[in-house]
């Protein structure tokens, strides 16, 4: 990825401009995966550069945010992460919210104590006021921060880490500036560097963004539904790419397969239907 664009509007009239980045110099980064080029195009020999993840401020088609826990797989992997350290270790903006005390790995399994509703009929509902937090929505409630990050640390907490599982957008926004806290790189680089390109995506994704630049990783998202294929087949192939290229530590995928020995049960406590009871 070479620049962050801004996205104003939608479809074939979307009018784009260059959007500065908020992140500040990055520190030494390990050195990427290795990427690679597509392959050359019917009308000509020449390769065009390999598929990246893009910055945007839009809600695009294809929103998901599976993908967004899968990097962490990747930088722990390599040891760039550790999903036993606190959350607060690698963002200190949320040392005093209700991710205070959280593991990375609380994160990842969606089993924080932080409270945040996800009833979305509920217009007072946090996941609603995220959306206003980031300017998907109208601002109508007062005092709710105007960026994600800010947004993220005004949330308090209603029960204990590593507790029941509840489904909750703000975990993968959360692990978002984790995964940019271990790495001093914006989230979208590290997804294009670690997952999108290692994997051989064909098509750029995008990622949304807030008005500085804080990555929305829980449902802002978005990419072709070939290229969701290729991201789903590596937890079919063991963490290795169409072409045998390794993306995920075989071990990440045999441990998200598996589960924690308490996961049925922590499911099965969820305050909100799972649809998959024990």
Request: contains cysteine.
């Amino acid at each position: 990825i070479t620049r962050r664009t801004l996205l104003l509007g939608a479809g074939a009239g979307a009018m784009s401009v260059l959007l500065a980045s908020c992140t500040p110099e990055p520190n030494p980064a390990p050195t990427p995966k290795p990427t690679r080029t597509r392959e050359p195009q019917p009308n000509g020999d020449v390769p065009v550069p390999a598929a990246s993840v893009r910055s945007s401020w839009t809600a695009d088609p294809f929103a998901h945010g599976a993908a967004s826990f899968t990097p962490v797989g990747a930088l722990a992997g390599a040891g760039v992460l550790d999903t036993t350290r606190q959350v607060a270790d690698y963002v200190p903006a949320l040392a005093s919210s209700g991710y205070a005390g959280a593991t990375v790995r609380d994160l990842v399994d969606m089993r924080t104590g932080v409270r945040f509703s996800e009833d979305y009929l509920d217009s007072g509902a946090e996941v609603r006021l995220l959306e206003e937090a980031i300017g998907w929505a109208p601002r109508v409630h007062e005092g709710v921060a105007d960026t994600l990050l800010g947004f993220l640390a005004s949330l308090g907490a209603d029960g204990p880490h590593g507790g029941r599982f509840d489904y909750k957008s703000c975990e993968t926004d959360a692990l978002a500036f984790v995964i940019e806290g271990a790495t001093g790189r914006a989230g979208a680089d590290v997804m294009s560097d670690w997952l999108w390109q290692p994997m051989g995506a064909e098509r750029d994704a995008n990622v949304s963004v807030d008005s500085v630049g804080g990555p929305m990783f829980d449902g802002g998202v978005s990419a072709t539904l070939r290229d969701l294929a290729r991201f789903g087949s590596l937890f079919l192939r063991d963490g290795y790419a169409l072409d045998g290229m390794p993306v995920l530590p075989t071990w990440w995928v045999d441990d998200t397969v598996a589960g924690a020995h308490d996961s049925r049960d922590a499911f099965a406590a969820a305050a909100s239907p799972t649809l998959m009871p024990g």
